[in-house]
Structures are given as C-alpha cells and as structure tokens.
C-alpha cells in the first residue's frame, strides 16, 4: 500500500490528563488514520494505539485499537463489510446501517463526518456512527448532526443520543482543533 501522509494534529485533553496525536494518511485505496491516545480515566491510565481505514468516500472499512489500560492489554478489531460490523469476530446487528467509527477517546473519528460535510452542498449532514464507548466493548449506535456554520472553520455538533450538542472549530484538515471543554489541538499540513 502506498501513500503519504497529508496531516497530523496533537491533541490535549482539557477535562482529564491526557493527550493524543493522530497522522491522516492518503492511500491508494483510501485513506488511513493513525493514531496514539494517552490518558488517566476513573479507571486508571490508557495507552491505546488506534487505526481507522476507509475508503475514498471516507466511510469505515475496519479500525483496531490496542494497548493497555490500568495494566490490562486491550486488543479490539472492528471489521465493517457489506454494512454487516464485527467487534473482535461478533457481529454487531445495532450498527448495521452505520457508516463511520466513532471512537469515544478521541476527536479523530470526527474528520471522517467533517470530510463528508465538506463535499456535500448542504448546510448538514446527519449520519450513524458506530459508537465504540471505550472502555465498553460493543458498538451502538450514535446519530450525529454535522452543520455548516456563517462562521468559516466552525461546525456545530449534535449527538443524538447522548444530546450533547457544540460548536466545534475545525481545520482545513478537518481535524477538530476545539471541542469546547474536551480537547484542543493544533494541527501540521504536511508537504505532499
């Protein structure tokens, strides 16, 4: 697989100690991130490496995360094909018409819905992610709402479910560089 890499951004955590950089990577069969979260929840520390593949529309075709957390190793494989998800060789039937990851521990999984967003010429897109709430190990269900703001680099965000609802300030990467009280970042663009 050839490919190079189009940017990298470095993420502090502002509502815990942690932090996380992500490299987004172009491939010839799609794009890749790669990713290495490092944080101190309730539980205790995490080091999780992460890799989200995905086509060139940039929906999910499989990730993993691992490492460990509060001394357990941590190992998930996440497969997406033909709609049908598995998590570590289970399907998982409540994400079946989902099309992006969402990872919980990180505001890499956003770029995936905030690429999409770009190429379309709505204000809006509403899409279903398969939400892995770390440190549970299954996937449900998150429907989200992505909206295009008067204000360039800012997008207003809405988790359903959840009803968590911000703005978020985004890079010409479409990495997440604010979300508001969670994480701060600061991105590289990457020479190709």
């Not at 449900?140 to 204000?151: A, M, V, W």
């Not at 988790?159 to 604010?178: H, I, P």
Request: hydrophobic residues 35%; contains cysteine.
């Amino acid at each position: 697989m050839k490919g190079y890499t189009f940017a990298s951004c470095r993420w502090r955590a502002l509502d815990r100690e942690g932090d996380d950089s992500c490299r987004l990577a172009r491939t010839d069969v799609g794009w890749i991130l790669v990713g290495h979260a490092r944080f101190r929840d309730e539980s205790g520390f995490a080091a999780l490496d992460y890799v989200v593949r995905c086509d060139q529309e940039w929906s999910t075709l499989g990730a993993d995360v691992a490492g460990v957390h509060q001394g357990r190793e941590v190992k998930l494989q996440i497969v997406r094909e033909n709609d049908v998800w598995t998590l570590n060789d289970v399907q998982q039937p409540k994400v079946a018409n989902s099309e992006f990851i969402d990872f919980s521990f990180t505001p890499a999984t956003n770029v995936m819905p905030l690429w999409k967003l770009a190429g379309t010429s709505s204000d809006r897109v509403r899409i279903s992610a398969a939400w892995l709430k770390y440190p549970d190990t299954e996937l449900r269900p998150l429907h989200q709402e992505y909206r295009k703001t008067k204000f360039p680099g800012r997008v207003t965000y809405l988790a359903e479910q959840t009803g968590y609802k911000t703005t978020l300030q985004v890079d010409n990467s479409r990495f997440v560089t604010l979300y508001p009280g969670v994480w701060e970042g600061e991105v590289t663009h990457e020479a190709t």
